[in-house]
């Protein structure tokens, strides 16, 4: 008789009730508990969330309440947002479909333009020389506006199409050549300039060109196509510019005796040079973002 008492001793098992483990909590988790009537020796193992054990004659877990349960419900996946049309899922973009910089650099270059041909009809005509001045100066305040847009836009953009430095750089390279034809257009008022002088004549020609081919290459500047031709025509008339300021200087100190007339023309020169350079400038930048974009 003992040794089948024996028997089931090993054969038993124990669970713990939730009933038992609701009341057991505030008891003592370290206690043991009365031991198995057909061995005294045995005791039952204490369970470690508190509790009474009962006989079981197949092993089974520890059933835990509802409460206790609630997080341990695996959470289910976050919905997948889908397409109104395929049904496929929709995919996020934080790049904008149409930035605002590329349309504003189209109309910096077509605000250049306007300021360089307006420049070209000074040095041509001399007549209601304020007007035309005062033409300019209303472009040249154009650019500016156009400038502070692109700077507050780009203070304001998370992420931008181009790198910052090169949005800024172009946005000031464009403001620099309107501000130049400006200085020349403010520069033969103050000298009261009235001769029409073919040197002066050719270095606007080249800035107009210049200034043309800026347009297009902004243009083109979204897509990041077809832009190599046009920078090599504005570095190709650059050239042509830096002969044209040669040649008119070198025929102004040979053919004036006047030193302030000298002074006058070399200045306007001068300033004519710079605005075809600045343009060169632009192309420049637009060539280093090429090829961060090849």
């Not at 005796?257 to 070399?266: G, L, M, S, V, Y």
Request: charge should be negative; include cysteine.
């Amino acid at each position: 008789m003992a040794a089948r008492s024996s028997s089931r001793s090993t054969d038993d098992s124990f669970t713990c009730s939730p009933a038992a483990t609701a009341s057991g909590r505030s008891a003592n988790a370290g206690a043991s508990v009365t031991s198995r009537a057909s061995s005294p020796s045995s005791t039952i193992p204490s369970h470690p969330l508190g509790g009474t054990w009962v006989r079981n004659r197949q092993p089974t877990m520890c059933i835990r309440s509802s409460s206790e349960m609630v997080g341990l419900r695996a959470e289910k996946p976050p919905p997948v947002m889908r397409c109104a049309t395929d049904g496929g899922p929709m995919r996020l973009s934080l790049m904008p479909r149409k930035s605002i910089f590329f349309a504003k650099f189209s109309e910096h270059a077509s605000n250049s333009l306007k300021a360089a041909r307006a420049l070209d009809g000074l040095l041509r005509d001399f007549t209601d020389v304020e007007r035309q001045v005062r033409d300019i100066r209303a472009l040249e305040h154009d650019g500016d506006e156009l400038t502070h847009e692109i700077i507050e836009n780009l203070n304001a953009a998370f992420v931008t199409p181009l790198d910052r430095e090169d949005i800024l750089g172009l946005a000031s390279r464009l403001d620099d050549v309107v501000d130049l034809a400006h200085d020349a257009a403010e520069l033969v008022l103050l000298y009261d300039l009235r001769e029409v002088r073919p040197q002066a004549v050719r270095q606007v020609e080249i800035l107009v060109s210049a200034a043309d081919g800026i347009v297009e290459m902004m243009n083109g500047l979204e897509r990041f196509q077809g832009l190599e031709p046009h920078w090599i025509k504005l570095h190709t008339l650059e050239k042509e510019g830096d002969q044209a300021f040669r040649d008119a200087v070198g025929e102004l100190f040979a053919s004036e005796t006047d030193p302030a007339e000298i002074i006058k023309w070399k200045d306007l020169y001068e300033l004519l040079e710079s605005a075809i350079d600045r343009c060169e400038d632009v192309a420049n930048i637009v060539e280093t973002i090429a090829i961060k974009h090849a």
